[in-house]
């Protein structure tokens, strides 16, 4: 039973607007909730978390959006640029309460940003 | 910054052969993992080790072995490759098991 689910495999969004990538879980122990931006032949890299007495957190053009009571979290990216266009995994984890607090990742969403 | 790396970016195998992956991390991590990503099915963990000489299997564990004798070195082990174990392998560290750092991947083909 999938804990991490990211619905759409594959997003295609026009250069300039902005990139919205979904993610649910299950888990109402998950607390800490990272994105992943993964290049093809490349590993994944670090690209933003939350954690959840936060419900939005912003780097740059990138903002993390948690709705705990939906147990539902997005990733926007504005403006959207061609060199984002890559694999996305969302990831989730129990930071605290005794957990090893592994992540959990999704199986990826496809973003392709057209010039 | 963090630095993960992994002795080969592409590998190809025999079937039965025993193949060994190296991982090694600069920044004095106590935790490291190995991952295999496949087309539609996302990263699954296959072992994972939060101390030198400790290990823990992950979701898919089945058909291999791991080894940790220094802190900085975590070695994945196919005992006997199989067609099955064809895929892109994913080495991470992280000073707690929440964000980890990934090194570039090992694209495996096994013939």
């Known amino acids: 039973d999938q804990q991490v689910k990211q619905n759409s495999p594959s997003l295609s969004v026009q250069e300039g607007r902005i990139s919205i990538l979904n993610c649910d879980y299950t888990n109402s122990m998950f607390d800490y909730f990272l994105w992943y931006k993964k290049y093809p032949a490349e590993g994944p890299t670090f690209l933003i978390s939350i954690s959840s007495i936060k419900d939005k957190n912003e780097d740059g053009r990138f903002t993390v959006f948690l709705n705990k009571s939906a147990k539902h979290l997005s990733l926007h990216i504005v403006p959207s640029q061609p060199g984002d266009s890559a694999v996305y995994f969302c990831?989730?984890?129990?930071?605290?309460?005794?957990?090893?607090?592994?992540?959990?990742f999704g199986k990826g969403t496809k973003l392709s940003v057209k010039p | 910054d963090v630095k993960v790396t992994q002795s080969s970016r592409y590998l190809v195998k025999r079937t039965g052969e025993k193949v060994f992956l190296e991982c090694v991390q600069d920044?004095?991590?106590?935790?490291m993992f190995w991952y295999r990503q496949d087309p539609g099915l996302g990263l699954r963990l296959i072992y994972f080790s939060y101390d030198v000489k400790m290990k823990e299997k992950g979701d898919i564990p089945e058909g291999y072995s791991v080894s940790r004798e220094k802190k900085e070195r975590f070695s994945l082990i196919l005992e006997s490759a199989s067609t099955n174990q064809t895929s892109m392998y994913l080495c991470?560290?992280?000073?707690?098991?929440?964000?980890?750092?990934f090194g570039p991947g090992t694209r495996l083909t096994v013939l």
């Open positions: 990831a989730a984890s129990v930071m605290y309460g005794g957990s090893q607090g592994n992540l959990i």
């Open positions: 991470a560290s992280s000073y707690r098991p929440n964000t980890q750092y």
């Open positions: 920044m004095d991590h106590e935790n």
